[in-house]
């Protein structure tokens, strides 16, 4: 199972920027997909989460409001739309995918030991 993020790069405060995960299309009707980002020095912080029907998601109070995570059928692929973005923002982002959901429309606890497949990061950077 592979996960490919992109997207990464730098952006200024207030800015918006889309990372996108491109998975395979059994992937995406089969595994929840979440976005990760970790600080150096820092665990890595659980962000936004999809469902496999693409109808449920979840993001974490930290980013709520500000990032929007999508599934693009057309592309195989879930997108973390962020806006607003403020300089704590920069970190390596990650894509993540978790096997077995409960029904097309369970999420998962966002925690790093429940996602078992983890694509690269892509790093974004926030300039003032």
């Known amino acids: 199972l592979q996960l490919q993020a992109s997207g990464g790069g730098s952006v200024q405060t207030g800015g918006s920027l889309t990372l996108s995960c491109v998975v395979s299309?059994?992937?995406?009707?089969?595994?929840?997909i979440a976005w990760f980002r970790q600080i150096p020095g820092k665990e890595r912080e659980g962000l936004c989460e999809?469902?496999?029907?693409?109808?449920?998601?979840s993001c974490t109070d930290s980013v709520k409001g500000r990032f929007t995570i999508f599934r693009d059928s057309a592309n195989n692929a879930v997108t973390l739309q962020m806006a607003n973005v403020r300089p704590e923002d920069a970190a390596v982002y990650y894509c993540?995918?978790?096997?077995?959901?409960?029904?097309?429309?369970?999420?998962?606890?966002?925690?790093?030991?429940?996602?078992?497949?983890w694509g690269q990061g892509t790093q974004v950077t926030v300039s003032s």
């Open positions: 299309r059994s992937t995406l009707d089969s595994y929840v």
């Open positions: 999809i469902s496999t029907s693409g109808f449920a998601k």
């Open positions: 993540a995918a978790a096997a077995n959901p409960l029904s097309p429309n369970s999420l998962t606890v966002l925690r790093t030991r429940n996602f078992e497949y």
